[in-house]
């Protein structure tokens, strides 16, 4: 399967001349099966320019939610395949007590915040809720379970043949930790990202930024990389970078995260554009 990064930044898209290495699309991830299957992982502002480079005869495409914050979101109406009424569309995205993905969907697509009601984008768009659930998509087996972020989140685990992608874009597994790692059965997400070939992970913070942003739901980079190292993950890819951080900074964030935890995985910072080529 092949993994293509579309937007990596966090919380608010930061275009500009300070993160044109890293990008300034928000989240957004796809994942193309062996079976001409598509997987789309959130709807961030760089949906945008997936929906440009899919295939002309794609038939269905799946985007796979992890939660319903404004910058998971804010490409979806641009997403060019809901303009096609030949392609069908399912949207899977975490279950609320209190209203369906589609009306909570529908708060934002639709006016006076967006001129087209997300009931007009397409007549072939389909909604699925989640929580703990495992399901098939094409050749993927996919596992959704909550984590830890505020409001309702969900990782995805998605395995194709032997090969295993691992998504959490928001997620802070030490929350309430008064040590970091614990024990596995006590870990947020642990399930999903156990030994997985990608993963592909929150690093939004430094360790010195956390301190006062401890329940945002985010992780520091060191403790983002104990987490892999629990989990015996063998590529972690850090991601959903703060828009307060340029290339530079990035930059030295992974080295000096690297140089402290010697993680003993590869590390390879989330780059807008960068593709990852798993199985065959």
């Known amino acids: 399967m092949k993994v293509s990064l579309w937007g990596t930044r966090g919380s608010l898209a930061s275009p500009g001349p300070d993160t044109v290495r890293y990008g300034g699309n928000t989240s957004c991830v796809s994942i193309e099966g062996s079976d001409g299957t598509w997987l789309v992982l959130d709807a961030g502002t760089g949906i945008r320019g997936l929906g440009q480079n899919l295939p002309a005869d794609l038939k269905r495409v799946d985007i796979l939610l992890t939660h319903l914050h404004m910058d998971h979101l804010q490409g979806l109406p641009f997403f060019a395949p809901l303009r096609n009424p030949d392609v069908e569309t399912h949207i899977w995205g975490p279950a609320s007590t209190m209203l369906s993905l589609k009306s909570r969907l529908q708060r934002y697509v639709s006016p006076p915040l967006f001129p087209v009601s997300v009931r007009d984008l397409s007549p072939t768009l389909h909604f699925h809720e989640l929580t703990i659930d495992m399901f098939e998509i094409g050749d993927f087996c996919i596992v959704s379970q909550l984590v830890i972020h505020p409001n309702p989140t969900v990782g995805y685990r998605i395995k194709h043949k032997d090969e295993v ?20 059965e006590w870990t947020s997400g642990y399930d999903l990202a156990e030994g997985a070939d990608l993963l592909i992970h929150d690093t939004q913070f430094t360790t010195e930024e956390h301190k006062s942003r401890v329940g945002f ?54 780059l807008e554009g960068l593709s990852f080529q798993l199985g065959e």
């Open 165 to 184: 992608v691992t998504y959490m874009p928001d997620h802070e597994p030490m929350l309430g930790a008064r040590e970091f790692p614990r024990s596995p």
């Open 217 to 270: 739901g985010h992780s520091n980079i060191a403790q983002a990389f104990e987490f892999g190292a629990l989990a015996g993950v063998k590529h972690f890819v850090p991601f959903h970078h703060d828009p307060a951080h340029n290339d530079d900074q990035l930059d030295k964030m992974i080295s000096d995260a690297v140089g402290e935890v010697a993680p003993g995985f590869n590390v390879t910072p989330g």
